[in-house]
Each structure stands twice: as structure tokens, then as C-alpha cells.
Nanobody, 120 residues
Framework: QVQLVESGGGLVQAGGSLRLSCAAS????????MGWYRQAPGKQREFVAA???????NYADSVKGRFTISKDNAKNTVYLQMNSLKPEDTAVYYC??????????????WGQGTQVTVSS
């Protein structure tokens, strides 16, 4: 069994910063990609950023230049550094990972979500 546990959300003023963390644990053989999605009230879940096992990163246009994704392979952890936050960044942020387990099963896993609120 695999679990993703997020942390680091909270309330911040516009222009401020937050860093989200997501740690994967369990029967993990390899992690092919980790990333972040977000869902604002009344909206669909949308892609934010992702990083592959080879450290190739990509971002949604709305966060480019403000957010940075990084990972610590030894800790099976991905981070999202969010700077210059805007009220429109307010959402529940979900960690997402494509993981191959020790049982040779590959699938996408999701975290439980962490709330980010940016006040104007």
C-alpha cells in the first residue's frame, strides 16, 4: 500500500510565500513522476506542476515564474515553493504521483489535499 501525505498549507497574504511538501511511503519500487494539482471552490481540479524521475519539471502557465517544484529522492518527497501568491491561487492543493510498487503495479496515487488561502 502507498500513501501520500501533504503538509505546509495555510493562510497567507497576497505577495507572500508558502512551501508545500508531499511525502510518499509504503511499498514503493520507483516513483516515475510527482506533482501538484489544485481545486478552487466551484472549479475543476487543474494541473499546477510536476517533476519526473529525471528531474524534468513543467508548470501551468498561471504559476510559471512564481512556483518552483523540487524533489528529494532519498525521502520520496516533492516540494512546491510558492512565491508571489495571489488570491486566485486559493485552492485545495493535491499531491499526485505515478508509482510502481514492489508488486510491480503502476498507478497514480493522490494525497488528501492541503488548503492554501491567499488573502487580498
Amino acid at each position: 500500500q502507498v500513501q501520500l501525505v501533504e503538509s505546509g498549507g495555510g493562510l497567507v497574504q497576497a505577495g507572500g510565500s508558502l512551501r508545500l511538501s508531499c511525502a510518499a511511503s509504503g511499498s514503493i519500487f520507483s516513483i516515475n513522476r510527482m506533482g501538484w494539482y489544485r481545486q478552487a471552490p466551484g472549479k475543476q481540479r487543474e494541473f499546477v506542476a510536476a517533476v519526473t524521475s529525471t528531474s524534468s519539471a513543467n508548470y501551468a502557465d498561471s504559476v510559471k515564474g512564481r512556483f518552483t517544484i523540487s524533489k528529494d529522492n532519498a525521502k520520496n518527497t516533492v516540494y512546491l515553493q510558492m512565491n508571489s501568491l495571489k488570491p486566485e491561487d486559493t485552492a485545495v492543493y493535491y499531491c499526485n504521483a505515478l508509482i510502481t510498487t514492489n508488486q510491480a503495479m503502476s498507478r497514480i496515487y493522490w494525497g488528501q489535499g492541503t488548503q492554501v488561502t491567499v488573502s487580498s
